[in-house]
T-cell receptor, first 111, second 116 residues
Framework: QKEVEQDPGPLSVPEGAIVSLNCTYS??????FMWYRQYSRKGPELLMYIYSSGNKEDGRFTAQVDKSSKYISLFIRDSQPSDSATYLC???????????FGTGTLLAVQP | GAVVSQHPSWVICKSGTSVKIECRSL??????MFWYRQFPKQSLMLMAT?????????EQGVEKDKFLINHASLTLSTLTVTSAHPEDSSFYICSASLMLRGETQYFGPGTRLLVL
């Protein structure tokens, strides 16, 4: 079983749609849960950060962590063409001092 | 805040030459810096972790003599790809963390390397 699973997409939605992105993980030692956005040929940008569990909202973005199911989600409301990018989930915790990334989901928001 | 820059943004070089990539934290002191490599349509692969003033810790399978990392100050780390070959062509991204732990990393814009 992979440590992190993320559907690579591509996911295509019309402008204004609600987007749901998610990742599953197997390492119960993870304590930090992140979502990064990466535009083509650019470095990742930290979008959301949750420690331990729960929900967090920032503007049109909502992140959720369900540790019992080992499942994290990112919701984007009122999606815009400028949201078109690759979204990477990332995890941290346990014995190693490094982020574990998902493979990324490519999102295209059609105007 | 938490801005990380990389230079150059892209570089083309001949096979056998060495290429140096700089990573700078512009508005904070980075206790730890990380170097990643990313192939097209793939996720980031951690190459090494470096702390200021100490030797870098390389991930399994990454040749430390091939990819030289120097973390001379709390705001600057460099990656030198020595004797570059076409298979070294990739997107190299650095990140910086405020803390020894790496749970919050701020990424640079990346450097695209093409070795001919």
């Amino acid at each position: 079983q992979k440590e992190v699973e993320q559907d690579p997409g591509p996911l295509s939605v019309p402008e204004g749609a609600i987007v749901s992105l998610n990742c599953t993980y197997s390492n119960s030692a993870f304590q930090y849960f992140m979502w990064y956005r990466q535009y083509s040929r650019k470095g990742p940008e930290l979008l959301m950060y949750i420690y331990s569990s729960g929900n967090k909202e920032d503007g049109r973005f909502t992140a959720q962590v369900d540790k019992s199911s080992k499942y994290i989600s990112l919701f984007i409301r009122d999606s815009q063409p400028s949201d078109s990018a690759t979204y990477l989930c990332a995890f941290y915790g346990g014995a190693t001092n490094k982020l574990i990334f998902g493979t990324g989901t490519l999102l295209a928001v059609q105007p | 805040g938490a801005v990380v820059s990389q230079h150059p943004s892209w570089v083309i070089c001949k096979s056998g030459t060495s290429v140096k990539i700089e990573c700078r934290s512009l508005d904070f002191q980075a206790t730890t810096m990380f170097w990643y490599r990313q192939f097209p349509k793939q996720s980031l692969m951690l190459m090494a972790t470096s702390n200021e003033g100490s030797k870098a810790t390389y991930e399994q399978g990454v040749e430390k003599d091939k990819f030289l990392i120097n973390h001379a100050s709390l705001t600057l780390s460099t990656l030198t790809v020595t004797s570059a070959h076409p298979e070294d062509s990739s997107f190299y991204i650095c990140s910086a963390s405020l803390m020894l732990r790496g749970e919050t990393q701020y990424f640079g814009p990346g450097t695209r390397l093409l070795v001919l």
